[in-house]
């Protein structure tokens, strides 16, 4: 029997649902390619994930692949409570409410693990963990991961060798992480933040706190709202990255002087503390965007307040003894989520589709995968990708089979076409004006290299010579020949120091070739 707080509403968050299973297209092409397999069929997969609009077309896609859906929240604040209410009567078990207490999250958890899951999607690794520490790990097949912070957790387990099953680890993949911890959260966070306090962004300093990918997002859409950003990073490749991205870099106690918002990005614990909110300015807004809720440090800003207050909905107000106010948005939960809807419908589409495949993944191979942590197969994450791609109407190019050969081989370099050499001919020599040239090319170029050298001078001249390469440069030596040539048989010159020159010694040698012949021949022809 499922579970939720508002049945009522249900017609409500049916509206929300259909609105974004509408705009979920490349999950809804998937579920109609996969649909008539049922590769799910009389499965049982247990989820925990933010249960809202888009969680919900995922689990009722899940179902139409023939699974039967047991689900729960990954967040006690994001459920919204409609779309559980419409949920509930779509899909088997729904045990989720807004505002759950930390003994009816993990009382909800527990629950699905009761009803027998032999599949996990987990966000935040919740879900598998109480897995492990209650038994039911066994008859689990595997369970793929949505987020950063989960993925952490599962690989730790790997370490320890205490992960029971494998694990697909859905947030690496591109599909994934690149639109959706970057765009997604970058657009939806700014929406909770201006949601949350209805106020104005731009000229405001905004403290963005962990440069990786949703770090990113989050300055990256903040100053396009007119904030003038600052990052504070602990990794000195993402500080130079910020500092190249036009971002003001600074120390989190610099920071914490100047902020009039702040945005923790990091996974990490502890993120903002004591020190920091005793030197924030009256007025600052806190706000957390990583998946838990302890980067604000919540306990020392409650300890250290006189009072505090809800002021807003999903705003709290901690006033100081010395009558600074200090603002957390959601409770230090994810701002995104708790105080608007989560990523864009399009966003979590590929997100979403991208956990489909992982799962159906999961389900055909069975006893085959080591319980370890597992990347999503590179042909899975492609097709979630080239399927939106189509979907935009998108067309991109595809690499030749030459262009292929050449990024796989060490050996091989492009061949010179009649453009490439013309191009290098009339740019290489002013005396040889308007030079004719056509060349057969190489299929590949082995070093030493043999070339016959024709000239359109009369009588008809034929050169042969050998084009060694050694440590990246090309030099040129003279088999035999029949041109008034001023090298001699067995004599080698280098050839032209150009970077075409270097990467190519057929163009290397018709250079050499040309600044050598006495005969002033206009036109010159290259044969292997
Ligand atoms: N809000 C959302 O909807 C959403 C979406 C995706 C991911 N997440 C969560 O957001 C968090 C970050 O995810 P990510 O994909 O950007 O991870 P990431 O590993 O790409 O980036 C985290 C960054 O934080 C930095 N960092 C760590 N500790 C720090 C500290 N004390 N001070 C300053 N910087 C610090 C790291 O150096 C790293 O650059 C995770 O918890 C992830 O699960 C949230």
Redesign the pocket.
């Known amino acids: 029997m499922s579970e939720v707080r508002e049945p009522g509403s249900a017609a409500a968050g049916r509206r929300k649902i259909e609105w974004a299973m509408g705009r979920m297209r490349v999950l809804g092409a998937l579920v109609r390619e996969l649909e008539p397999e049922r590769p799910l069929e009389g499965m049982r997969v247990g989820m925990s994930l933010?249960l809202e609009a888009k969680t919900a077309a995922l689990a009722i896609s899940l179902e139409r692949l023939g699974a039967r859906v047991s689900i729960t929240s990954s967040n006690p604040l994001s459920t919204q409570d409609d779309v559980a209410a419409a949920l509930a009567e779509s899909v088997d078990r729904v045990y989720a409410w807004r505002g759950e207490t930390e003994e009816e999250y993990l009382r909800n958890h527990r629950r699905v693990l009761d009803d027998g899951p032999q599949l996990i999607v987990d966000d935040?690794a919740d879900l598998s963990v109480m897995a492990h520490e209650t038994g039911a790990a066994p008859g689990i097949i595997g369970a793929t991961e949505?987020?950063?912070?989960?993925?952490?957790r599962f690989r730790a387990m790997e370490r320890e060798g205490v992960l029971r099953f494998p694990v697909i680890a859905v947030?690496d993949a591109m599909s994934k992480?690149l639109y959706?911890?970057?765009f997604?959260?970058g657009q939806?966070?700014l929406d909770g933040v201006m949601r949350a306090t209805n106020m104005q962004v731009g000229g405001k300093r905004v403290v963005v706190?962990?440069?990786?990918?949703?770090?990113?997002?989050v300055a990256e859409r903040f100053r396009g709202m007119g904030a003038r950003v600052s990052v504070?990073?602990?990794?000195p490749f993402?500080a130079l990255e910020a500092y190249m991205d036009g971002y003001e870099v600074l120390g989190?106690m610099a920071a914490a002087r100047v902020g009039d918002i702040f945005i923790?990005?990091?996974?990490?614990v502890?993120?903002l503390t004591a020190e920091h909110f005793r030197v924030m300015k009256d007025g600052a807004v806190l706000a957390?965007?990583?998946?838990?809720d302890v980067?604000v440090d919540v306990r020392a800003l409650r300890s250290m307040a006189a009072s505090e207050e809800e002021v807003r909905p999903n705003v709290r107000e901690f006033r100081m003894g010395d009558g600074r106010r200090l603002y957390l948005l959601g409770e230090g939960r994810?701002?995104?989520?708790v105080a608007a809807d989560?990523?864009p419908i399009e966003v979590m589409d590929m997100s979403f589709a991208t956990q489909l495949l992982a799962v159906v993944h999961l389900a055909r191979n069975r006893g085959r995968l080591e319980s370890r942590v597992h990347p999503l197969p590179r042909e899975l994450d492609e097709k979630v990708v080239r399927t939106k791609l189509a979907i935009e109407g998108i067309e991109i190019d595809s690499l030749t089979e030459e262009q292929r050969r050449y990024l796989e081989s060490w050996r091989y370099r492009a061949p010179p076409d009649a453009a490439n050499l013309a191009r290098n001919a009339s740019s290489a020599s002013a005396a040889s004006s308007s030079p004719l040239m056509s060349g057969r090319p190489p299929s590949t170029t082995r070093f030493p290299a043999r070339y016959t050298l024709r000239t359109s001078a009369r009588p008809a001249a034929m050169t042969t010579f050998v084009v060694r390469s050694h440590a990246g440069l090309s030099s040129i030596e003279l088999r035999s020949r029949t041109t008034k040539s001023a090298l001699r048989p067995g004599e080698s010159v280098p050839t032209s120091s150009s970077p075409a020159a270097r990467a190519d010694p057929m163009v290397a040698a018709s250079s050499a070739a040309r600044a050598d012949m006495t005969d002033g021949s206009p036109a010159l022809a290259l044969w292997r």
């Open positions: 933010h935040g949505e987020t950063t912070t989960g993925v952490l947030n992480h959706d911890n970057r997604g959260s939806s966070v706190i962990g440069y990786g990918w949703v770090g990113k997002g504070v990073e602990v990794d993402k989190s923790t990005c990091t996974g990490n502890r993120v957390n965007a990583g998946h838990f980067e994810l701002v995104n989520l989560g990523h």
